[in-house]
């Protein structure tokens, strides 16, 4: 796929200096650009490199005035760093723009879809299922009875949706990832032995959410496993029974959020974090990689360590723990030379 720069001066609004027919079809660093390339300069340490590039074409800010020769197209914008990301928006929605439906597929006659869909080869559609407009699911696919399916989401190769689930409008769904499988739920008898508890509830996704690869949400016992608007899961990620996540929070990967613990809205959470279950976390909570978190947590806290206590708090802490040999010896001097008083 191939674009001039006249055609992407027009979708950027600005404007070119050079050749307005030359053509790109591939994306590059600034220092790695190529013949029939396209980059961009936001950062002014990187400027060296617009003299040496190979590119052709670079996006610059408007305020850019070369200090020697160039050989590359330059479309000046407002905003490079901005303006090369709508490049990007835009070069994401023309290649995954795909119709149609290939074969083999399965799609149950109770099921109904919208205008403008894509069913990749090896999907398959259950009963009642709905799926709205401008709807990507790739190939190898598995969307369960009676799924709900909101306008311009994507499922990406290998997604699988449970049965009863609810995914909003505008979301995407990486490969791997599982939507609505079994809580982990199991009660003991009097043998020692585990009887499986029926996880008769769902998930539902919200709208603008994004599910990282591999990630997997269990639906509730009850009610909904809830992920609210404009949630976005890192790959790896464990979500448990009934856990509800607020909008707007972002979580990295491999971690993993035990059964019924709510967490609120804005919260960033890192790598490798571990959350109890039945906790309460609050809105615009940070949570530094592979912290533990055992116990309720307020507004705003900003947490590290296992069990996490306060960021400020761990990082004196810390060092104290590097300088525990030091510590250790400097009070064995002590009780020696105490001893040798008495």
Not at 33 to 52: Q, R, V, W
Not at 288 to 293: P, Y
Request: charged residues 20%; proline residues 3%.
């Amino acid at each position: 796929m191939k674009f001039t720069a006249n055609q992407i001066a027009g979708i950027l609004e600005g404007d070119i200096v050079g050749n307005p027919d030359v053509e790109v079809s591939k994306l590059a660093k600034i220092e790695e650009g190529f013949e029939g390339s396209l980059t961009f300069l936001a950062n002014p340490k990187y400027t060296p490199y617009i003299y040496s590039t190979k590119a052709s074409i670079t996006i610059v800010g408007k305020d850019f005035e070369p200090e020697n020769d160039i050989t590359t197209t330059l479309i000046k914008v407002e905003d490079a760093y901005k303006s090369f990301s709508k490049l990007l928006e835009y070069y994401n929605q023309v290649k995954n723009n795909k119709v149609g439906i290939e074969q083999p597929v399965y799609v149950s006659e109770s099921a109904s879809y919208g205008e403008n869909v894509y069913l990749g080869a090896f999907t398959y559609i259950g009963d009642n299922v709905k799926i709205g407009d401008n709807v990507k699911i790739y190939p190898n696919s598995y969307i369960g009875d009676n799924v709900t399916i909101g306008d311009n989401t994507i499922l990406f190769s290998g997604a699988k949706i449970y049965s009863e689930c609810i995914i909003g409008n505008h979301c995407v769904i990486n490969s791997g990832a599982i939507i609505g499988a079994d809580g982990f739920g199991f009660a003991p008898n009097e043998k020692g032995e585990y009887t499986k508890v029926p996880q008769t509830g769902n998930v539902i996704l919200e709208d603008y959410v994004d599910i990282g690869a591999a990630t997997t949400i269990d639906r509730a016992t009850l009610g909904s496993t809830v992920i609210r608007r404009g949630v976005k899961l890192d790959n790896q990620i464990q979500v448990a029974h009934n856990v509800e996540i607020g909008k707007n929070t972002v979580i990295a990967a491999q971690s993993g959020i035990a059964g019924s613990t709510k967490i609120g809205e804005n919260c960033q959470i890192g790598g490798q974090v571990g959350i109890a279950g039945h906790l309460t976390i609050g809105n615009g909570v940070r949570v530094q990689a592979q912290s533990g978190i055992g116990r309720n947590i307020k507004d705003n806290e900003v947490l590290q360590g296992s069990p996490s206590f306060n960021y400020g708090d761990w990082n004196k802490s810390y060092v104290y723990f590097k300088n525990l040999p030091k510590i250790v010896k400097t009070i064995n001097n002590l009780e020696k030379k105490i001893n040798q008083d008495d």
